[in-house]
């Protein structure tokens, strides 16, 4: 049975350094690009960042380029978000995608991250 | 970018009647559209992949049509259990993007 058990969320301080982390288990990890969307209370989904299996092809949303950085460890099967130099707007439940519009995808349950002072 | 745009934004409708929900992209995607429920409080999940495959698990009742620019996704029958938000999203290329959903009552 596939799981992804995010973990690294809280409440935070404007400009602060923060690292989530999601451990996937139940499916072949090495083999699985993996996705990072976010929901701002209220609103709507927004993708933020997807590292391809390897590692080696990562993308961004501009909204968090050059702010956040995306990473996996394939040894232990856990994908992570560095989230540096947070905003107020970062605040949303981050949710961890495996196979993000694939048949078979599986999300999360999400970890909140708060933004404020 | 590629935006995504979703109507309307909130839908009222009663059980059995037939609902759709359009979406549509600033530029031609192909087919490379995905939809998903979202009930409060639980993640989202994924009912169409690829403009019109069904998900394997998700019930007949939801279809999805269209290509290039102009999507859609209809239930043909609705049940109370399809009280959610619907969210259509491309991916056919970066930056990936979602609509900003319909809220189905």
């Known amino acids: 049975e596939v799981e992804l058990l995010e973990s690294g969320g809280g409440l935070v301080q404007p400009g602060v350094s923060l690292r989530l982390s999601c451990a996937g288990s139940?499916?072949?990890?090495?083999?699985?690009?993996m996705t990072w969307v976010r929901q701002a209370p209220g609103r709507g989904l927004e993708w933020v960042s997807t590292?391809?299996?390897?590692?080696?092809?990562?993308f961004y949303a501009e909204s968090v380029k050059g702010r956040f950085t995306i990473s996996r460890d394939n040894s232990n099967n856990t994908v992570f978000l560095q989230m540096n130099s947070v905003r107020a707007e970062d605040t949303a439940v981050y949710y961890c995608?495996?196979?993000?519009?694939?048949?078979?995808?599986?999300w999360g349950q999400g970890t909140l991250v708060t933004v404020s002072s | 970018d590629i935006q995504m745009t979703q109507s309307p934004s909130t839908l009222s409708a009663s059980v059995g009647d037939r609902v759709t929900i359009a979406c549509r992209a600033s530029?031609?995607?192909?087919?490379?559209l995905a939809w998903y429920q979202q009930k409060p409080g639980k993640a989202p999940h994924l009912l169409i992949y690829?403009?019109?495959t069904l998900e394997t698990g998700v019930p007949s009742r939801f279809s999805g049509s269209g290509s290039g620019t102009e999507f859609t996704l209809t239930i043909s029958s609705l049940q109370p259990d399809d009280s959610a938000t619907y969210y259509c999203?491309?991916?056919?290329?970066?930056?990936?993007?979602f609509g900003g959903g319909t809220n189905v009552e």
């Open positions: 995608v495996k196979g993000l519009n694939k048949p078979g995808g599986y």
């Open positions: 139940g499916f072949t990890f090495k083999t699985e690009a």
């Open positions: 590292i391809g299996g390897s590692g080696a092809n990562k």
């Open positions: 530029q031609n995607i192909d087919t490379w």
């Open positions: 690829k403009g019109s």
């Open positions: 999203q491309q991916y056919n290329a970066y930056p990936l993007s």
